[in-house]
């Protein structure tokens, strides 16, 4: 009995775009259905290691490509774990991972660049729509009785029939697109399959009529040497894996010998993944055992920070028949994951030499990365040393140790103020007086930032200080240039400073000079131990529920012109209602320049509009 199944809307939209979009790599989908087709005969020969009883229901691993000219089709065809009933809804009606909504909302109608996203987010079996009219997939898993067959045209649905008599695994049947009978050709076939899929570790076949012909070398890539491995297949091995489209920005292929012996062959994206911040993000990272499978959702294989990683773990040091707990308490992880870190960490801060090739990494991956710096890991020194940041004294990026090299000879602290925007931090006016005594300040804009600097405190004997704390002690360095206007006199001052506490009231907590401001007369500060302002607008922004800004410290500039101009008009009664709404217009300006939304934006609007009105005349 046939059984009709409208696909998901997110497996609609992917589909709409691979069958009436022209893709100029679509030769992918061959590595796409073959890397898949592996990946069930991995499947099975861990099962078969829980479960050896189901030896008798198959044969030797491999993978079959069987073209027919005269049926025009294409079919690839594996001995692997198969599908069952629920296998093929979950797996082949929906896009069966994380992520399904950041990939439709990353659609953007331009179906040229939306076909990349396809890739980008593994959704590689529908690139076989790419190149047939018609899909049929044959499967019975292994274990089960009940086969099935899934057909569809990639329109709207798919139906689902039971066939009993069906073998174990997966047969998928290409109906090819006129434009697609190159893929009928052996030559092309032969090509492609040594091109994208040499490293599949089990044996492909073509199959001409009677004719068998294994066409790869079918030796798992990271048991070669080195010597034998071209740049090219590396690549090859890295799209496979991670079925992605970018080249690896870093290869680490090498052989760990000691107490613990492993086979490791690692690799760095130019590309972020789409998922690189889902919380269930995995990082690809597959695990083998004498070269069996064993699995690719391993957490405690690597660190989170380094989830980016992708590749293959191999090692003879864990028993063949390995059980998911087993692998949770074992040693030997720990001491592969330690391993493994260490040399990613080593091999990072070699390619750190080249600041231009170095760059590309952290805008990739910079901002994950330094995730690093706020989990309790002990490689967290390593981690600083390669992190980079934003700074005042230049447009480059810089490191803690490059900062601490620069610094004033008076200086003992690193300085740092944190954002959302980089411009704007360049522009905030704690930031005056570093520049004024030529302190260099770090500037952070990522939202980990607001977190990792909560823990990670100091760096080689330096303290790492915030610019808005005024435990930021930095009167002792002179400044290069003097300031133009005298302080104000004490008893002036202290009217001045009450006052303007009158006219804010409970907006700020209190109010004090500084001569940390050289050009403004005005700027905000949060007492050492409270939230940021910036942690702060970011709870908000996340729905939190965060009490006034009662606690912040409104700071003045007792040398600032306008000032003065207060002090001299605070005792005249005549200038009372002026002088109230100049401090609320600077005190507006200061929420404005910290990013900060105005209470009364129309009452700022009318002040300013009549100072205006008053210089012009």
């Known amino acids: 009995m046939e059984e009709k199944i409208e696909f998901k809307a997110e497996v609609s939209k992917v589909l709409d775009i691979v069958i009436h979009s022209l893709y100029s790599n679509k030769e992918i989908f061959l590595r796409e259905l073959i890397s898949n087709a592996s990946d069930a005969s991995d499947k099975l020969r861990y099962a078969l290691l829980l479960h050896p009883e189901l030896a008798k229901q198959t044969g030797s691993f491999k993978i079959l490509l069987e073209p027919n000219e005269k049926e025009?089709?294409?079919?690839?065809?594996?001995?692997?774990?198969?599908?069952?009933k629920d296998d093929l809804i979950n797996h082949l009606g929906t896009i069966a991972r994380s992520g399904s909504a950041e990939f439709i909302k990353s659609l953007t109608g331009d179906k040229q660049k939306d076909m990349a996203l396809i890739g980008q987010f593994g959704v590689g079996f529908y690139s076989a729509f790419m190149v047939a009219d018609k899909v049929i997939v044959k499967t019975k898993k292994a274990g089960d009785e009940k086969g099935y067959i899934w057909e569809s045209t990639g329109a709207d649905a798919f139906t689902i029939t039971q066939d009993n008599s069906l073998p174990i695994g997966t047969s998928i049947v290409l109906y090819l697109k006129d434009d697609a009978k190159e893929f009928l050709e052996p030559i092309r076939l032969r090509h492609l399959v040594r091109q994208y899929s040499d490293h599949i570790s089990i044996p492909i076949i073509l199959k001409e009529g009677a004719k068998e012909e294994t066409?790869?070398?079918?030796?798992?890539?990271?048991?070669?040497?080195?010597?034998?491995?071209?740049?090219?297949?590396?690549?090859?091995?890295?799209?496979?894996?991670?079925?992605?489209?970018?080249?690896?920005?870093?290869?680490?292929?090498?052989?760990?010998?000691?107490?613990?012996?492993?086979?490791?062959?690692?690799?760095?994206?130019?590309?972020?993944?789409?998922?690189?911040?889902q919380p269930d993000r995995k990082s690809n990272l597959q695990l083998y055992v004498n070269r069996v499978f064993i699995s690719d959702d391993l957490p405690e294989l690597m660190p989170f920070y380094l989830r980016f990683v992708t590749g293959v773990i191999d090692t003879n040091d864990l028993p063949l028949n390995v059980s998911r707990e087993m692998l949770q308490k074992t040693p030997v992880m720990q001491k592969i994951k330690k391993g493994i870190v260490k040399r990613i960490l080593t091999e990072l801060k070699k390619r750190s030499e080249d600041k231009a090739d170095y760059q590309k990494f952290w805008e990739s991956f910079g901002i994950v990365f330094k995730e690093g710096l706020y989990e309790p890991v002990e490689e967290r020194d390593e981690i600083a040393a390669l992190c980079r940041f934003n700074q005042t004294k230049e447009d480059a990026l810089t490191s803690f140790d490059e900062y601490i090299a620069s610094m004033k000879p008076e200086q003992e602290n690193i300085y740092y103020l944190t954002g959302t925007d980089l411009q704007a931090l360049k522009n905030n006016p704690q930031l005056e007086g570093f520049a004024a005594r030529g302190i260099n300040v770090l500037l952070l804009t990522d939202p980990i930032d607001e977190f990792w600097i909560q823990t990670y405190q100091e760096h080689k004997g330096k303290k790492i200080l915030s610019v808005m704390h005024p435990g930021s002690d930095i009167e002792k360095i002179k400044l290069e240039n003097e300031p133009q206007e005298a302080g104000l006199e004490k008893e002036v001052e202290d009217k001045l400073l009450k006052r303007i506490k009158d006219v804010l009231k409970d907006t700020v907590k209190d109010v004090k000079t500084?001569?940390?401001?050289?050009?403004?007369?005005?700027?905000?500060?949060?007492?050492?131990?409270?939230?940021?302002?910036?942690?702060?607008?970011?709870?908000?922004?996340?729905g939190q529920q965060i009490a006034m800004n009662s606690d912040r410290v409104l700071e003045v500039n007792p040398r600032h012109q306008v000032i003065h101009r207060l002090a001299h008009l605070i005792d005249k009664k005549e200038s009372e209602t002026m002088v109230d709404d100049a401090i609320q217009v600077l005190f507006d300006q200061t929420l404005i320049a910290e990013g900060e939304p105005l209470k009364d934006p129309a009452a700022f609007s009318k002040r300013l509009t009549n100072f205006v009105l008053c210089g012009l005349d």
């Open 514 to 542: 500084t001569d940390r401001l050289t050009k403004s007369p005005f700027a905000l500060i949060t007492p050492s131990g409270m939230m940021s302002l910036n942690l702060e607008r970011m709870m908000k922004a996340h």
């Open 72 to 84: 025009n089709t294409l079919t690839i065809t594996d001995n692997g774990i198969g599908m069952n």
């Open 215 to 277: 066409i790869n070398s079918a030796s798992a890539l990271w048991t070669r040497p080195k010597t034998e491995i071209t740049t090219e297949q590396y690549k090859d091995f890295y799209q496979s894996v991670s079925h992605a489209f970018d080249d690896p920005w870093m290869t680490m292929h090498y052989k760990a010998e000691g107490t613990i012996d492993y086979t490791a062959l690692l690799f760095v994206p130019t590309k972020p993944p789409f998922n690189l911040f």
